[in-house]
């Protein structure tokens, strides 16, 4: 199929539109200006450009556009002939041509061939600048006028005088100038440059230079490309996707170009670059003088960025020559200085054009050059450039020289926090193994060894899948060997491997996965020699004991913990205690005795800490973090899962094992106590095109927030979650609930109810049954259900509503057992399970039409004051409950109280709900108005600023009692007078009394 990009939707340059939008402002106030968009081949100029002219035509400006071709000077005045023609056909501009001759004689019933010998003469050149000005201000007298000149770069010498003219020339004449020029093509010494210096000068003239398109801007465009397919949907899967956004470097033409390679090509043409795009950067690079090509094709096989030394020595070129050829390169914007001692190419995918274009031999011999240059110490030394060296002796068939530099690059990434680069660089090795003489001597391992490092770099890059896999083959390696009998087994380094298996198995939240990793542990144990004490063992008896906690079987887990312990202390493991502990304390929690779990999940992190164990200090955090959440003290659970997510960032393990479980609690502490302007920037920071499980996992956490606020980026991280669901190790039940419950907010009742069902669906394990992830969604389906039942009744179809009821009925029976947790009858449930729990039962109360106050009250006290939305949003309901009673006054108490609460952290859905309940129910409405809709949109720090301006107070003395800088107050000012429509400040003053906003906050909020 043809890709065809449609004219879409202009993506990521809202600022630069802006810029340009304020400048036609300029000109419709009698001002006139230009602006000068500048930017690489393919960056997004026109489609700007293009932009501006809609918008233009449709505020009623007269539109010139007119095009500069790759002519050079042989056709003076093309872009002007280009737009005249263009605009031939309204009457204002036939009128306003038919008296002026010289302009007349550009179109091409006037003779346009002509034109050359004649307007090099002073005075023909006089005369036709002179009616371009005539005309401009002719026409802008009736409406204001947009000249658009686009490829400037292109453009012969009259045009560039003319556009000097102009912009000196044009003052109160509604006429709005738009050049277009590109950056690359602007070499030292082209003709614009001083043009472009010197308009820059000029007052009203504005550079607009655009910059690379933010990757997300890119990926929206190119998505965006694929749907708007008509009939045919191409799916590009998220990594495929990335990887275009990744090469194109934010330029719309080469992505757009990927895309169409990759929706058209096999697979090794989606890997290649695109014949055309090839030809077209490589047309670049032919200009050039022999010399400088040839530095080009050695900075492409040195890499993206080429170090001086390295491609003079590769080019084969002596020194004066060199210097010339690289200067003629970065002249023509080919390459670019980067620091002291390097270059970069201009866009990576010149480099990948010259690369492409190179003689296999070529290239062969330069990768070879290149791997003796790098094998020298002094440079193997610095960070990298083992990883380079690897790749050299790849291309150049170095196999030997492959090996030894992936093993070093291997440690080299890993010493440097980098797991995903480590483990690829040790599974590189692994791979050459067979390949090379004596290996093991080589690494300075055995083979092994290299594969277990090789699967703790992947499990702590996020790809447990990948550890799991490998560590299984190294297993079956070992038992082969074993059996053979002519090697004799390692067994410390068996020890690792099973007891690394196990632990990764445990991390899969499958149920089969803890099955074997009970049965690999309790081997592991078993094979592993207790004498004498080795902190191996101790880890292999520890990692048991965490693997019985799936069976529930405290005693036997006690007992092997606290084996793991003994062991630990004779091997002087402090890390491995703390490990151990970690597991007893988990199992305090589990027995429901959570005073004595955090006491000792808080001595092991202690210890893990001060061991600096990583892995076990963050499942220690985690663990410590959780137990404080469940017991309601977000502050104590947030302090220290935020200090498990800065280790985990720092580190390179934010995807690791409780990795990103940290990240979640640190998210849901701040959920929870209503910190959402910090929640929310945690939440951003949670990746929305995701293309792995445990970044798929970090962007359902940030539903918590997106879906209560209604924040558009939802739609966005459905689409991307929705291919990992079903995926092992998603807790698909968060995604899918808070799916539901955008539903539920958007009135999509039938989706909300489907998503819902889905969620429980997957919570549901058996032969155990329900768990406590299933009160909420079932809350959800519940809160439905109840809606649709007072709705039946209410237009007396009791038949409906029996059903709803029933239907009801069944979703409280999921709730309660949930809440009960077969599966671990010792658990005791939370503040946040007892509130949902609270709240299905009322639901169903509601559903069943006895709407009771007490249940919504009991809900409340539940969750406790630290869950502050799920508070305002109970509120909501007993304030309805209340009403349907007739207790107006409480009713409005507890309507203020949420809405109060709903617009502090700007729960817009909540809010709108409230509004609609206010409406319905007549209650809230005296202040509805107040607190309510009008003020809504400013934030607390903006009430706050608004209450000042209304007592009279000043920038400065605004400033001084909020402690912040004058500055920055007046930007609040500034946007409080945008947000509130206001003309002046005694016009927002005027609306914070009206609005009864003059009182003092009260403390404590
Ligand atoms: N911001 C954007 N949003 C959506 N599509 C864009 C955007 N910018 C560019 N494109 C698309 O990318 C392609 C290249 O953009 P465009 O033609 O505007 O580049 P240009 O800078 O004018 O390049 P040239 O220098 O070659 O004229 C077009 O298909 C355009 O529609
Ligand atoms: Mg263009």
């Not at 237009?795 to 029976?813: H, T």
Request: glycine share 8%; with cysteine; charged share 25%.
């Amino acid at each position: 199929m043809v890709l065809r990009v449609p004219a879409g939707r202009m993506v990521g340059r809202d600022g630069e539109l802006r810029r340009l939008l304020a400048l036609l402002d300029d000109t419709d106030g009698g001002q006139a200006v230009a602006a000068l968009v500048s930017g690489d081949a393919g960056v997004g100029k026109s489609r700007l450009v293009s932009e501006v002219t809609r918008l233009a035509g449709e505020r009623g400006f007269t539109v010139l556009s007119g095009q500069c071709a790759e002519l050079g000077d042989s056709v003076p005045y093309l872009p002007l002939a280009d737009a005249l023609r263009g605009a031939a056909q309204s009457t204002g501009v036939q009128d306003a041509m038919s008296s002026r001759p010289a302009l007349g004689r550009l179109l091409p019933e006037g003779g346009y061939g002509q034109l050359d010998n004649e307007v090099r003469s002073g005075l023909a050149r006089q005369q036709m600048f002179g009616e371009v000005l005539g005309l401009l201000a002719e026409l802008a007298a009736a409406t204001p006028v947009l000249l658009v000149l686009e490829d400037l770069h292109w453009a012969d010498a009259s045009t560039r005088d003319l556009v000097t003219f102009l912009s000196r020339m044009l003052h109160r004449e509604r006429v709005a100038l738009i050049g277009t020029y590109r950056t690359d093509d602007l070499h030292r010494r082209h003709p614009l440059r001083p043009v472009v210096a010197e308009l820059l000068r000029l007052p009203g003239v504005i550079a607009v230079d655009l910059a690379p398109l933010a990757p997300s801007a890119l990926a929206e465009h190119l998505t965006a490309a694929l749907t708007g397919q008509a009939g045919e949907s191409v799916r590009i899967d998220a990594t495929a996707l990335n990887g275009i956004v990744t090469r194109a470097e934010g330029n719309a033409y080469y992505a757009e170009e990927l895309l169409a390679a990759w929706v058209n090509g096999d697979q090794a043409e989606r890997q290649s670059l695109p014949a055309g795009l090839a030809a077209l950067l490589l047309n670049r690079v032919e200009r050039l003088s022999d010399e400088a090509q040839r530095v080009l094709r050695a900075a492409a096989v040195a890499g993206r960025r080429a170090d001086d030394e390295l491609v003079q020595a590769a080019s084969g070129l002596a020194p004066a020559q060199y210097e010339a050829a690289v200067r003629e390169a970065v002249t023509h914007q080919l390459l670019v200085p980067d620091g002291a001692e390097g270059y970069v190419f201009r866009h990576a995918l010149l480099r990948e054009a010259v690369y492409g274009d190179l003689l296999p031999g070529e290239r062969t011999r330069l990768h070879a050059t290149m791997s003796s240059l790098l094998s020298d110490e002094q440079r193997l030394a610095v960070p990298g450039t083992a990883a380079e060296l690897a790749q050299h002796c790849l291309a150049s068939h170095d196999i030997p020289g492959a090996f030894a530099a992936s093993v070093r690059a291997g440690d080299e990434a890993e010493q440097l926090g980098a797991p995903a680069e480590a483990h690829r660089h040790y599974d590189q090795a692994l791979a050459l193994w067979e390949r090379v003489a004596d290996p093991e001597e080589t690494a300075g391992m055995a083979r092994g060894k290299l594969g277990l490092m090789s699967a703790s770099n992947a499990a702590d890059s996020g790809d447990v899948e990948r550890a799991v896999h490998l560590l299984r083959r190294l297993r079956q390696l070992i038992t082969v060997q074993a059996e053979r009998g002519d090697e004799p087994v390692d067994a410390i380094l068996a020890s690792r491997i099973g007891e690394r298996l196990a632990f990764y198995l445990m991390t899969m939240d499958d149920y089969k996965a803890e099955a074997e990793a009970v049965e690999v542990a309790l081997a592991t144990v078993e094979a592993t020699p207790a004498d004498p004490p080795t902190w191996q063992y101790a880890r292999a008896v520890a990692t048991y004991a965490n693997t019985l906690l799936i069976d529930d079987d405290f005693d036997s887990v006690r007992e092997w913990a606290a084996r793991g312990l003994d062991a630990a202390r004779a091997a002087d493991a402090p890390w491995v205690q703390a490990d151990a502990l970690v597991t007893l304390g988990f199992v305090s929690n589990r027995s429901g005795r959570n005073d004595e779990a955090i006491e000792l999940l808080t001595q092991a992190h202690k210890q893990a800490r001060a061991a600096k164990v990583l892995g076990v200090e963050l499942r220690a955090a985690y663990h410590l973090a959780r137990a404080h959440l469940e017991r309601g003290d977000l502050t104590s659970g947030g302090l220290i899962a935020f200090e498990g997510t800065k280790r985990a960032s720092q580190t390179g393990l934010g995807l690791a094992p409780y990795g990103t479980d940290v990240q979640h609690l640190h998210f849901q502490c701040h959920y929870a106590d209503g910190k959402w302007d910090h929640a929310q920037e945690i939440a951003d920071g949670f990746p929305v095109r995701v293309t792995s499980v445990p970044e798929a996992q970090l962007s359902s956490m940030a539903l918590f927030i997106d879906v209560a606020r209604g924040n558009p980026v939802v739609a966005e991280r459905r689409a991307w979650i929705e291919p990992f669901l079903g995926a092992r190790g998603l807790d698909g039940f968060m995604a899918r609930g808070l799916f539901a419950e955008h539903a539920a907010w958007q009135g999509d009742a039938e989706l909300a109810l489907a998503q819902a069902q889905a969620a429980i669906d997957v919570t549901f394990e058996p032969p155990w049954g329900f768990h406590p992830s299933s009160i909420r969604p079932a809350v959800i389906a519940l809160s439905v259900r109840a809606d649709h039942a007072v709705q039946a009744r209410a237009s007396g179809d009791e038949e409906s509503a029996r059903a709803e009821v029933e239907a009801a009925r069944e979703l409280l029976r999921v709730a309660r057992e949930g809440a009960a947790f077969p599966k671990r009858p010792k658990f005791i449930l939370g503040p946040e399970g007892r509130g949902w729990l609270a709240r299905a039962e009322a639901e169903f109360r509601r559903a069943s039409g006895s709407n009771d106050p007490a249940e919504w009250e009991a809900a409340i006290a539940e969750f406790g004051p630290a869950y502050v939305y799920e508070v305002a949003r109970t509120r909501w309901r007993l304030a309805e409950a209340l009403a349907e009673a007739g207790r107006r006054d409480e009713a409005g108490e507890q309507w203020h109280l949420a809405a109060r609460t709903a617009d502090d952290l700007h729960a817009r859905p909540l809010r709108r709900a409230l509004d609609d309940l206010a409406r319905r129910a007549r209650i809230g409405t005296a202040e509805q108005h107040g607190d309510g809709v009008v003020l809504a949109a400013l934030t607390s720090r903006e009430r706050e600023v608004l209450r000042l301006i209304a007592a009279g107070r000043s920038n400065r003395e605004i400033a001084s009692v909020l402690f912040i800088a004058p500055k920055t107050a007046s930007v609040h000012v500034s946007n409080i007078l945008g947000k509130l429509g206001a003309a002046s400040r005694t016009e927002a003053a005027a609306i914070a009394h009206r609005e009864g906003l003059t009182a003092p906050e009260p403390s404590g909020r």
